[in-house]
């Protein structure tokens, strides 16, 4: 069973820098992408970065430039640089990831989320 275990959020003001980590156990199925989603109170979940198999990455246009995706197969980890940080960056970060179940299929995964707060 795959598990995402996501660290290094917190409170930071604006302009700082935050690292974020997520670690996988379990089968992840390093051919498809691994990506970060963020969910502000009272918003949609949404998209900020994600990379693929060769490292060819895609950002949301609000942290282009700010954010750095990058991933690690030999630790089985992604990372979420981020810098120049705005109080509009609030929220939940989640990683994402597809790996293998219990029953031999690929599922869609996510981890428990953790908390980014830019104060201004």
């Known amino acids: 069973q795959v598990q995402l275990v996501e660290s290094g959020g917190g409170l930071v003001q604006a302009g700082g820098s935050l690292r974020l980590s997520c670690a996988a156990s379990g089968k992840i199925f390093n051919s498809r992408p691994m990506a970060w989603y963020r969910q502000a109170p009272g918003k949609q979940r949404e998209l900020v970065a994600r990379i693929n198999s060769a490292g060819s990455t895609n950002y949301a246009d609000s942290v282009k430039g700010r954010f750095t995706i990058s991933r690690d197969f030999a630790r089985n980890t992604l990372y979420l640089q981020m810098s120049s940080l705005k109080p509009e960056d609030t929220a939940v970060y989640y990683c994402?990831?597809?790996?293998?179940?219990?029953?031999?299929?690929?599922?869609?995964?996510w981890g428990q989320g953790t908390q980014v707060t830019v104060s201004s």
């Open positions: 994402n990831a597809f790996g293998l179940s219990r029953w031999s299929t690929e599922n869609e995964y």
